[in-house]
């Protein structure tokens, strides 16, 4: 859909309208701090298979 960030934000969005207050755990294993996660996966190929995101991620997730 082209909705590009970090991984965290994705997770804070679930938690948001799954579990509004509930606790996430970041930084519970030490990693390297100058690596960020990012959501940005390539979605090419599936375009070129006639593919088109008709879905926003926040929706997608209510409909869980």
């Given at each position: 859909?082209?909705?590009?960030r970090k991984l965290k934000e994705f997770l804070e969005?679930?938690?948001?309208i799954i579990r509004?207050?509930?606790k996430l755990w970041f930084g519970a294993r030490k990693t390297d701090e100058r690596r960020t996660f990012?959501?940005?996966p390539d979605t090419?190929?599936?375009a070129?298979?006639?593919?088109?995101c008709e879905t926003a991620?926040?929706?997608g997730i209510r409909r869980l």
């Open positions: 859909s082209g909705d590009i969005t679930e938690r948001d509004p207050g509930g990012w959501l940005e090419e190929r599936l070129g298979l006639g593919f088109r991620f926040e929706d």
